[in-house]
């Protein structure tokens, strides 16, 4: 949100009236605020690229959804939603169901829904089986062994990664807010020193 919106929904929270394009006169309002971002707008207001007035004003309930990666248990939930709205009756076969379970969803819930509605009806009157599936998102796999080339910084922040993710179940959020860092962070340092997230070791 740009600088002169921010002021401008500031001011509509702050005075609880609008003046519509055109007009001098304001019309009062009774709002509520739903917001959503994937943005750490605490951090970007202390770096004053959010203004924190405006964070103070939006600030209510705070639920913090966690991806679909996280919540494997709400698949079968969405799998069968989408199913039922682009091919009501459709099943999943075993292999299509653990792929599907198993998969990395890095886009989380419209991605799934999208893959699925596909396959669906690539499927048409038979159980959606995994040759049905296309691009499904895998997990990244652990590459083998510690590379020579790791020099003892990132040799001991791998044992740390590793700890955390072994004491945190693997669950990233967890891991971010344990070492002070971003998320982003925590998902580079994995990949760089070849870490599986699910199998920590």
Same mark, same amino acid.
Not at 153 to 175: F, K, P, Q, T
């Given at each position: ?8 929904? /500031? ?15 304001? *019309? ?12 750490? /707008? ?8 959010? &203004? ?32 039922? &709205? ?14 599907v379970l198993l998969a990395g969803w890095p886009l989380n ?11 669906? /009806? ?25 590379p020579l080339e790791w020099s003892p910084a990132d040799a ?15 669950? *990233? ?16 340092? *994995? ?11």
């Amino acid at each position: 949100m740009p600088p002169a919106a921010q002021a401008a929904l /500031l001011r509509v929270l702050a005075e609880r009236t609008v003046t519509p394009v055109g007009d001098e006169r304001p *019309i009062a309002v009774d709002l509520a605020v739903v917001s959503a971002t994937h943005r750490d /707008l605490a951090a970007m207001a202390g770096a004053t690229t959010f &203004r924190s007035d405006l964070l103070a004003r939006l600030r209510g309930v705070a639920l913090r959804i966690p991806p679909l990666r996280e919540r494997r248990e709400d698949i079968g939930a969405f799998v069968a939603r989408t199913l039922a &709205r682009v091919a009501p009756g459709a099943t999943l076969q075993v292999d299509a169901a653990r792929q599907v379970l198993l998969a990395g969803w890095p886009l989380n819930v419209r991605e799934l829904e999208h893959v699925v509605a596909a396959a669906a /009806l690539r499927a048409g009157a038979r159980a959606v089986a995994a040759s049905d599936l296309e691009g499904v998102p895998a997990l990244p796999r652990a590459a083998p062994a510690q590379p020579l080339e790791w020099s003892p910084a990132d040799a001991a922040l791998r044992v740390r990664l590793v700890n955390a993710l072994a004491s945190h179940g693997g669950n *990233i959020s967890a891991v971010a807010r344990e070492l002070g860092r971003d998320r982003k962070q925590i998902h580079r340092w *994995i990949t760089r020193l070849a870490i599986d997230a699910r199998d920590p070791r």
